[in-house]
């Protein structure tokens, strides 16, 4: 069933490799991330997303890359404009040519590709996408000339841009629906955001603002987190929990596992 107030309905996943575990992240859990447990979590989630109705285009794991499970962020994939990017992260260099090529078979769905190139650094994970404009993260992976590049393939989408402290926006915020965004205030400034309304998630529980809006209410939002699942509830919307805790241990989120194909640009 394809809901009519989701941004998309196609998504692009990649399982993640033997070498996950090997991925880069700053979480002290990192050492204990369960790889075969990993992709177990992984399979789920992609059953989750077709249980809402999208189509999951599912890629090969890359060997060499083991932080290419989180397909959020080699690209900005869109209907008619898709922006390749280039990785503020040096490790994952290269991932994002890899994917040029496999994108080739659907180029129906993908048919025009720009490039960001240095200086300009850009990843999927700081591109907060609304239906009033796109807001960036200025962050350690995103800079300044990379959102300049993304505003020009863009053209008529309004690009803001905003500065974070956070690895990535998508680490403090999410856009669901109707001008309202998932938040959490203490890492995310609502100021950022004029003429929008919010949902406020408590800091101890800043892992669940990483969701995904999937249409008609729902939000899909890591298992584990009560008081979000309760605001949301209380909000209108209806949560959908997934168990996403060794992608937790790997600085990723339930957003960073795919890259949708917008229907906005």
């Not at 993640?16 to 002290?28: A, I, L």
């Not at 789920?44 to 077709?50: A, D, G, L």
């Not at 590709?113 to 300009?120: N, Q, S, T």
């Not at 965004?181 to 949902?199: A, H, K």
């Amino acid at each position: 069933m394809i809901s009519t107030d989701r941004f998309f309905d196609t998504v692009f996943v990649r399982p993640p490799g033997d070498s996950y575990n090997k991925c880069v992240s700053t979480n002290p859990a990192k050492n204990e991330i369960d790889v075969a447990l990993a992709k177990r979590q992984h399979r789920n989630y992609v059953s989750i997303m077709k249980e809402v109705g999208l189509e999951v285009i599912e890629l090969p794991p890359l060997v060499g890359f083991p932080d290419s499970v989180f397909m959020q962020d080699p690209a900005l994939l869109g209907s008619r404009t898709s922006v390749l990017c280039h990785f503020g992260e040096e490790t994952r260099i290269g991932e994002e040519k890899l994917l040029l090529s496999e994108l080739s078979p659907h180029r129906a769905k993908i048919p025009e590709v720009k490039f960001v190139r240095e200086p300009g650094t850009l990843e999927g994970g700081d591109v907060l996408i609304t239906d009033h404009g796109l807001f960036v993260g200025e962050s350690k992976r995103t800079n300044s000339d990379g959102i300049r590049q993304l505003a020009t393939y863009l053209n008529g989408i309004t690009v803001t841009p905003v500065r974070t402290d956070l690895l990535h926006l998508l680490c403090g915020c999410t856009y669901m629906s109707d001008r309202r965004l998932l938040i959490v205030p203490e890492l995310v400034s609502q100021n950022s955001f004029p003429g929008y309304e919010f949902v406020f998630i408590p800091q101890d529980e800043a892992y669940a603002a990483d969701a995904l809006y999937v249409g008609e209410g729902r939000v899909l939002i890591p298992s584990g987190f009560p008081k979000t699942s309760a605001k949301l509830k209380a909000a209108g919307y209806k949560p959908i929990e997934v168990d996403v805790s060794e992608f937790y241990k790997g600085d990723g989120g339930v957003t960073c596992l795919c890259s949708p194909v917008y229907k906005l640009f």
